[in-house]
């Protein structure tokens, strides 16, 4: 069997970094090199699952979650990161590895474009049919079923006489959900109302770039927290994600029952229960919020990837800054932090480790989170001196984190006299 599938991009979850890798060309026709460029299969035998990820969109929407649909002059937006890949079909994400496997390996991106045009089909039958009477509607997702279990079949991933059979879950203000099965594993197709239109917290475009960084920028655990993204079309407007079983508790029994056991804790109980969610998916790290929650959780697990806003641009678009915030801050509660934060400020200072200037930038940032006002205190007075004019101006609106009294009145005096007008500013409403 071959253990990993990569096509030249980026690799996402449940993949690795390759090792030693075999290239080999698979180019069946020239209309195929717009699906995905080389293929590459690992020798690395301790990968048990196959993993599918397309070129250009994967890479450029799972980097950094952006913040508008359309760009400034500050900064690039989505609509504009994406048409640099227009050429190709709008894929992004992975197959599932239950699909992969059974997939013919000869040819393979010839299968993979026959997958393809089978879900392009299917989507355009279940769109068009939200605007049909209820009786000929069914007759569309029945049709809709037949073509997907068909190609499934031709495809080798499932045996005849098995079938799939698609279901309509409910319909929402930016498009509908539907069940699908194969095999075994349940899975939610969702079909965007129109193929491109995208706000900036809803639509293909953003949904698919917020699910793509949320998956590579999380630990597998996000899986407890939120549905399973497996791929998307950004052209053709359809995701399709992990189904979430839905049980009998209501979803405030069920945070009750959290904080009960909680209450019912010893102080090393909560400290043990601390880190491990530490390791959850937590949407904080990485510079989001999300706005849109009702409706859009099962048993306290979010189903739907829209709804996301950027509310801390520099954890969601930049890599080091992610980094400094998981090791100083996610990872470490009361004193552990002080000291984390004045360690890697004391590397950083030193330029005893890359991107220092970066590192330094992200600490300003992370001062908030410290616990202990002196610490904040002393945070303040050792930073000064290694910042730029702009993040003196971002101290200069943090300085209200300072106790009341002298050690605040040495922290404004400090910033004043280096401040240019924007700081001024600053100091003057703090």
Known sequence: MINNIVFSGLNLPGSFQRPENKKINLNTSANNKSLAGDVFVSTDNSIKKPCITFTGLTSVLSKKAFSRLK??????????????????YGNAG??????????????????????????????????????????QRNDDIKRASKILTNKFVSEGIIKEPECITIDRLGSGEFGTAYKFNVNDEKFVLKVYKENTKSTDTHGPLFETNRALFITKNSPKSRNKKIAR??????????????????????????LQAEKDKEAKMTEKQKKAEAITKQKEFNEAMLGLKQVDREGNEVNGKLIDYGGFIVEEKLLAQNKTARWVYKKVIH????????????????KAGNNKIPNSKEIINTLVY???????????YNAFKEIIPLVDQKRLTDLANKVSLLPEGNKRFLIFKSLAQKADLDTSIALFYN
């Open 331 to 346: 990872n470490n509660i009361g004193t552990e932090r002080a000291r984390a934060w004045f360690d890697m400020l004391e």
């Open 71 to 88: 760009g400034n002059e500050h900064e690039e937006g989505l609509s504009e990161a994406v048409e640099k890949h227009s050429k190709f």
């Open 229 to 254: 993204f497996h791929f998307a079309n950004i052209k053709n407007g359809y995701m399709v994600e992990q189904f979430v079983e839905s049980s009998n508790i209501r979803y405030q029994d069920h």
């Open 94 to 135: 992975c197959y599932p590895a239950s699909w992969l496997n059974k997939i013919p390996k000869n040819n393979f991106r010839h299968h993979l474009l026959s997958i393809n045009s089978a879900f392009i089909q299917i989507t355009d039958i279940l769109r068009e049919s939200e605007f049909k009477e209820t009786n």
């Open 366 to 376: 992370c001062i908030q989170f410290l616990p202990d006002k002196d610490d904040r």
